[in-house]
């Protein structure tokens, strides 16, 4: 589900924020009144810091109360977007290790606040909601996923529909659009939740290994009679040992990628985990073929 969940989703939208001149002893009443650790710095409307209980604490150890907000705010404020996926959050919560984000508009706006607790309770909210869906889908006899229906009117003895995406590489800007569009796309052809879910993980990790190490490719999706296959495909440079590749927490993963908060190296390894089939072909420095097969039925 942090693959399919936004931030925007699960974020706290009534945002308590103070103003850079207000005093930190204002600051701890603001925060005694409405409970909370943390609050965006706000001036003339744009973000400008974040000021967090520990600089409260230190403030008051140090005898500064009398002192302005902007003085002991952190200026370098990682931020999210609202249109975020959770993976995305998690892996920033995960490098540096902050209590709260705050979330942007792509217009800069402040539009709100997540922290952990923010996205554990947006996961069970959505897990509840999926279980109750899954089981209303779900055929009780057989427990098996409800492929595309319109199939069934098909006198042919195969037939497929196909999508084609491209992916641009050395960048992570639109890192999860192909895996979304192809999600939205399967999913008004009927394809049930359980195994949508599959296919958008394994496609956002094989989007993301593109993006991150390639200069660029294409995934294409064949929606068939028995299953969907999807292929993803670059130019290069290949894989110089794909045994170890495949080792969860092995991960060649460029700076640019690692200071996203990208490149665990878990990424081949939950393909595998969610493809019926997978089948891996390499060479460098031509590229590398990826197939990952699904079954309607099991």
Partial sequence: MVYEITVGEVMTSDVVTVNPDQLMSELRIIMRDNRISGTPVVEYGKLIGMISIEDLITALSDNNMATPIRTKMANNVQCLYEDEHLIDCIAKFSKYGYTRYPVL?????????????????????????????????????????????????????????????????????????????????????????????????????AEINIASYTQGGEIQASVGKQGIIVEAVDNGPGIPDIELAMQPGYSTAPEWVRSLGFGAGMGLANIKKCADEMDLRSSVPEGTHLSMRFNYWH
């Fill in 105 to 205: 508009s792509r217009e800069g706006e402040l539009v709100g606040i997540i922290t952990k607790g923010n996205i554990v309770e947006g996961l069970l909210k959505k897990l509840e909601i999926a279980y109750e869906q899954t089981e209303k889908k779900v055929d009780a006899a057989h427990h098996r996923p409800i492929g595309p229906r319109f199939f069934e009117d098909f006198s042919a003895d195969e037939a497929s529909i196909i999508c084609k995406y491209h992916v641009v590489g050395q960048t992570l800007k639109d890192a999860g659009k192909v895996a979304s569009d192809l999600k939205q796309v399967l999913k008004k052809l009927g394809i049930d939740q359980p195994l949508l879910r599959k296919i958008g993980v394994a496609t956002y990790e």
